[in-house]
C-alpha cells in the first residue's frame, strides 16, 4: 500500500510563518496603546498643500510624505507627549508639540515659511541616516523631482537635471531613440579616464556607463565597422523620473571622502518615492507624442561631383531628391509611454509600486526603443526600535541605436553623390 505523500513546506514559509508568531503578539500590543496624528502642511503665505514634505515624530521613528493637497497621516504613534517636525526643501523647518491619547486620533497642521536658504534640510551624504546641510562641508544641490516634473515634465533623469543645478553640464547626445546624454560637474576632472559623476540609488551604487552599444568586432584583435558608431546609449535613463523623490549632487573632490578616489568626478544620489500611511493611492499617466528632424533641407549641404562625360561639376541634394521622388528618407517619429503606480500604508507598513512602458520609434527606419521599468519600495516598522525598508528596481530594454558611421544615410548624405 503506498502511503500519501504530505506537501512539502518550503523554508521561507516556514521562517515567514515564526516571524508571524513573534511579531503579532507584539504588534497587538503595540496597536493597544497607539494613536494616531494626522495634518495638513501648507504655504503660509498661499495656504496652498505643500507635496511630499517630510514629517516626523521625533523619538518614535515613525514619519510620513504629504500628498499633493499636503495631507499626512501618521499611525501606529505611542500614546504620550510628542514633537512633530516638518521639513521641506525651500522651507524653514517647523515643529509642534502634540498630546495623543491612547486609540485617539491628534491633529496637528503647519504653515511653512519661505526660506531661501534651507540649511536645515536632511540629505543624503554616504553616512548612516542623514545630515543637515549646515552640518556638510561639501558643496551640494538638492533637486525636487515631484516640483521641477509639475514645471516641465521632463521626459527622463537627464532633462531633469539639465540647467538645476550650478556647476553640473549636461550635453546632449545624438538625439536618436535609445542615445543618453554625458555629465560633467564643474568640468573635466580627467583627460584619459571617464568624466561621469558617480550614481547611487537610495545609497546603492548602479552603473553609470555611457557611449554603451554593440561592440565593433567580436573576434580578438579583430577590426570591425560593425558598431557604425552606434554606441550612444547611457544608463543614467534607465530611471524613470516619476519614481524619484528628489536628486542630490555632491561636488568637488571633497564627495572622494565618503565614497572613495572614483568620486573625484562629483556624486548624483538619487533618493526614490516611498509610500505613506493613509488611503491607497492610485496614479496613471499617458504620453503621446511626435519625433522629428526639423529643417533637413537646411542642415544637410549640397555635394558635389564632376560629370566624367562633360567635366562639368552636378550639383546633389539627397533630401530634396528623395522627396521628390516620394520616399523621404526621415518620416516623423512617435513616442508613447504609460505609468501606472500606487501607493499608501497602514499602522507599521507603508509601500510604493509603479510601472512604466516606452515605445519609441525614431526618425529613421532602423532606430527604435522599447523599455519596461518597475520600482517597488517596501517599510515595515515592527516597533520603535527597528524599522526594515526593502527598495526593488527593474529595468528591460530593448533598442535599436541606428548609426552614424559605415553606411549610415547620415554619412552618405554627407559626403557622398550620386555619381560616385
Not at 72 to 91: E, F, K, N, Q, T
Request: glycine share 12%; with cysteine.
Amino acid at each position: 500500500m503506498t502511503r500519501p505523500r504530505l506537501p512539502l513546506v518550503s523554508p521561507s514559509c516556514c521562517l515567514l510563518a515564526i516571524a508571524l508568531l513573534v511579531w503579532a503578539p507584539r504588534l497587538r500590543a503595540q496597536t493597544a496603546a497607539t494613536g494616531t496624528i494626522a495634518g495638513r502642511v501648507t504655504d503660509a503665505r498661499t495656504a496652498r498643500g505643500l507635496v511630499a514634505a517630510t514629517v516626523e515624530v521625533d523619538g518614535a521613528r515613525r514619519g510620513a510624505t504629504t500628498d499633493a493637497e499636503g495631507r499626512y497621516r501618521i499611525a501606529s504613534v505611542p500614546a504620550g507627549d510628542h514633537v512633530i517636525r516638518v521639513r521641506r526643501l525651500g522651507y524653514a523647518s517647523a515643529q509642534q508639540s502634540v498630546t495623543l491619547a491612547e486609540g485617539q486620533e491628534a491633529t496637528a497642521d503647519f504653515a511653512l515659511q519661505f526660506a531661501a536658504v534651507p540649511l536645515d534640510a536632511i540629505v543624503i551624504t554616504g553616512t548612516p541616516g542623514g545630515e543637515q546641510w549646515r552640518a556638510i562641508g561639501n558643496a551640494m544641490s538638492s533637486i525636487d523631482a515631484s516640483e521641477a516634473l509639475q514645471r516641465s515634465a521632463a521626459p527622463n533623469l537627464a532633462a531633469l537635471l539639465e540647467t538645476r543645478a550650478p556647476g553640473v553640464i549636461v550635453t546632449p547626445g545624438t538625439g536618436r531613440v535609445g542615445a543618453g546624454p554625458t555629465i560633467q560637474i564643474r568640468g573635466r576632472s580627467t583627460l584619459s579616464l571617464s568624466n561621469e559623476p558617480l550614481l547611487y540609488v537610495d545609497g546603492v551604487r548602479v552603473n553609470n556607463a555611457v557611449n554603451t552599444g554593440p561592440p565593433g568586432s567580436t573576434a580578438p584583435g579583430g577590426l570591425s565597422l560593425g558598431s557604425q558608431n552606434s554606441q550612444v546609449a547611457a544608463r543614467l535613463n534607465d530611471i524613470d523620473p516619476d519614481d524619484i523623490e528628489r536628486i542630490e549632487i555632491i561636488k568637488g573632490p571633497a564627495a572622494a571622502t565618503i565614497y572613495g578616489t572614483e568620486a573625484a568626478r562629483g556624486v548624483i544620489q538619487v533618493i526614490t518615492t516611498r509610500g505613506a500611511s493613509g488611503r491607497t493611492q492610485w496614479t496613471a499617466k499617458v504620453e503621446e507624442g511626435a519625433i522629428w528632424f526639423g529643417n533637413p533641407e537646411g542642415r544637410i549641404p549640397l555635394n558635389y561631383a564632376i560629370h566624367p562625360g562633360t567635366g562639368q561639376p552636378v550639383a546633389w541634394h539627397p533630401i530634396e531628391q528623395e522627396q521628390a521622388r516620394g520616399t523621404p528618407i526621415f518620416h516623423t517619429g512617435h513616442t508613447q509611454s504609460y505609468n501606472l503606480g500606487l501607493s499608501g500604508g497602514r499602522d507599521a507598513l507603508s509601500y510604493y509600486v509603479a510601472g512604466t512602458f516606452t515605445d519609441d520609434d525614431g526618425i529613421e527606419p532602423n532606430n527604435s526603443g522599447r523599455s519596461f521599468s518597475g520600482h517597488a519600495n517596501l517599510d515595515i516598522a515592527p516597533s520603535d526600535k527597528l524599522r526594515v525598508s526593502a527598495s526593488t528596481h527593474y529595468f528591460r530594454n530593448a533598442a535599436h541605436l541606428g548609426a552614424d558611421g559605415g553606411l549610415s544615410p547620415l554619412l552618405d548624405m554627407s559626403i557622398g553623390h550620386i555619381l560616385n
